[in-house]
Every structure is written in C-alpha cells, then in structure tokens.
C-alpha cells in the first residue's frame, strides 16, 4: 500500500523518519514516490519534439531551459506559437550575457517569448548588487531588465497567453547563485503564491523525483512543489531545468512535466527541447477533460 503525504509528515514529527520530509527529498523518494498512485512516469521524449506537424485548432507551445550563454546552439529548436524559457539563460549573469541572449531569442521564430530566471541569471533578484561583484562588471535588476526587450520576463507572477494561464518562479532549494529559499516552510511560501488556476507552471527546479537525480545520485528537487503541484495546483503542464541530467518528459497522469535543460552536465547545449500542442481554447472539438495531448507512456 503506498503511503499517503500526511501520514510520512506524522510519522517524521515521531522521529521515525528525518525531522521534516522537506529537508529529506531522498527519504521521501524512498517512502513515498515508489508504489504510490501518485508516481511518476517516463514517457518517450521522442513523441514531444515537435515531429508531427500541428494540428489544426492547436497552439504550439515549444519549452527550453538552461542556455547557459550556448547561443550557437546544437540542438534544434522548434518552430512554434509560444516560446518558454525555465531560467539560467546566463552563467554569471553579467550585463553582456543578457545582451546576446536578448539579440540570439530575438532572432528565433515564435511570435510569443516567456522566460523565467535561474539561479545563473542572480542579479535579477531583488536585493541590492554587491560591490564585490559590481566591480567586474556586474548589473542591477533594473538595468538588466531595460535589456530585455525581445521577450516577456516573469517573476512569481501569472500570464494568459492564448487562453492559457502560464505562472512563472524561479527559485530553488539552496544551492548556489541567486533566488535560493530554504526546504520547507521558507521556499514553500513561494509555492503557496502559486494561483491553483495555473495551466501550464515554469518553475526553474524540479519537484522531487521528476528529472532531479544528479549525476551524484541524489534527488536535488523540491518536496514541497511536488506536493503543491500533486495535491492543489495540478496544471497540465509543467516545465523546468536547472538539473540537467534530468532533461525528459514525464507523467503522472495529471500533470505533464518538462524537463528542457538544453546544455547537459558539461554545459554543451546538445539536449532536446520539447513541444507541446493545447487546443485553441475557442476550438469546440476538442474538450481539455479527458485531455488529448496526454500520450502513453514509454515502456521503458
Ligand atoms: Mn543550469
Ligand atoms: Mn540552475
């Protein structure tokens, strides 16, 4: 019998588990992802890079993350109507970065540009800019901001793109770089903000166990977004990077989840980035329940 999210909390204020599952993603892989009717499925990346024409009455929305500065880019991005991108667009976050990145997604296609930040691109988070870091060359949010002129950047925030609501957050368990919450009741504020409303969620982490094993074998993704996403918010889409070994598509039958880092663990940009299509929402033919664009999943 799988164990429910309520009763491992119990059990972790009886000491039978770690002090708090937040802080345990392993622990709660462990106890809680395997045999549970909430688990996650891999699914055939292959049928979401955008092989298949789209259909008619469809929005094609086209998912990458992770740029890291690899503006001559080998793996193929997609044409599409909507462009996301989950966060580290940078690797120090320095003015010059934004200023290419800026010109290489201006040059691409897709007539709607959605980017969130990671913990690279740090000095757009609000905080004053340390002088340590301004003396190499580093800018302020607001400068960086003027820079962004090709594309719609959001932050802890919501935005209706054809119909769609698409929710943007960059922040991730502590790590390194800026936007960093604490596990638990610090970075769970942050989840809290998201509206349960939200369509399609970008978040630059992963929840726990979806795309977050790292090539040191621990699971680096949030329990607290996982449980948010599974238990309230359950979008239909939702798409991150930051953990690049994790690149892929996975289920758990409700949610869609995208792992799109494009620059794998040497920040060679070389991984796939995905497709999705969502019905045009005054298209009558095609209903969101049950969903049509959920595929089978691999038998992996
Ligand atoms: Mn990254
Ligand atoms: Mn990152």
């Known amino acids: 019998m799988p164990l429910p999210y309520k009763m491992l909390q119990t059990w972790c204020k009886y000491r039978l588990l770690p002090k708090s599952l937040s802080n345990a993603p392993d622990e709660f892989v462990k106890f809680y992802q395997q045999g549970s009717p909430n688990s996650i499925k891999k699914l055939d990346h292959r049928l979401y890079q955008g092989l298949e024409p789209k259909r008619e009455g469809f929005k094609r929305f086209v998912v990458i993350s992770d740029t890291h500065n690899r503006t001559s880019i080998e793996t193929d991005i997609p044409d599409g109507d909507v462009l996301l991108h989950c966060g580290d667009a940078t690797i120090r976050s320095f003015k010059k970065e934004f200023v290419s990145f800026n010109e290489w997604i201006g040059a691409l296609p897709h007539p709607k540009k959605i980017v969130i930040a990671g913990n690279h691109d740090r000095f757009l988070e609000l905080r004053p800019l340390n002088t ?35 929710y943007g957050s960059p922040w991730t368990p502590v790590h390194l770089g ?49 449980d948010q996403i599974q238990n309230r918010i359950k ?9 690049h070994e994790g690149n892929g598509v996975y289920t758990d039958t409700t949610t869609t989840y995208i792992n799109a880092a494009i620059c794998d663990i040497s920040y060679k940009a070389r991984q796939p980035a995905y497709v999705f299509d969502l019905p045009e929402k005054n298209n009558e033919d095609y209903d969101l329940e049950p969903p049509p664009y959920h595929l089978e999943a691999a038998d992996e």
Not at 235 to 243: R, S, V
Request: charged fraction near 20%; hydrophobic fraction near 35%.
């Open 235 to 243: 979008p239909l889409f939702h798409c991150f990077g930051h953990i």
């Open 132 to 166: 340590f870091f301004n003396v190499f060359g580093a800018s302020d949010r607001e400068e960086l901001l003027e820079e962004f002129t090709n594309y719609t950047y959001i932050e802890d925030e919501s935005i209706n793109v054809h119909g769609y609501t698409i």
């Open 178 to 226: 800026g936007f960093q919450k604490q596990r638990g009741k610090s970075i769970r504020t942050k989840w809290d903000m998201i509206p349960s409303n939200t369509d399609i969620l970008l978040t630059h982490g992963p929840p726990v166990s979806v795309g977050d094993l790292t090539k040191h074998g621990d699971y680096a993704g949030c329990v607290d977004l996982l």
